[in-house]
Nanobody, 115 residues
């Protein structure tokens, strides 16, 4: 089993920054990517950013150029630096681990951006 512990959500004004952290524990040898998805009220879940252990990253179109994902391999931890935040970034952010035989999800952390 893999457990994901998220931290770093909160309330910030538009234009501000936040950093989210997700630490994976347990059978981490079974995962090959860590990242973040989000779900805003009334909307479907969407990709924010994913860091693959082989080195590549993917970003959702709406966050490219503003958000940066990074990873500490020794700590099995992934960080999401969110800059130039907009009210439309308000959502619950979920840590995601792509694993075998199935994926894993964190509990979610609320990010609210006020205008």
């Amino acid at each position: 089993q893999v457990q994901l512990a998220e931290s770093g959500g909160g309330l910030v004004q538009a234009g501000g920054s936040l950093q989210l952290t997700c630490a994976a524990s347990g059978t981490t040898c079974l995962i090959d990517a860590l990242g973040w998805y989000r779900r805003a009220p009334g909307k479907e879940r969407e990709l924010v950013a994913v860091s693959f252990f082989r080195g590549s990253t993917n970003y959702g179109d709406s966050v490219k150029g503003r958000f940066t994902i990074s990873r500490d391999n020794a700590r099995n931890t992934v960080y999401l630096q969110m800059d130039s935040l907009k009210p439309e970034d308000t959502a619950v952010y979920y840590c995601y681990a792509r694993g075998y035989p199935f994926d894993h999800w964190g509990q979610g952390t609320q990010v609210t951006v006020s205008s």
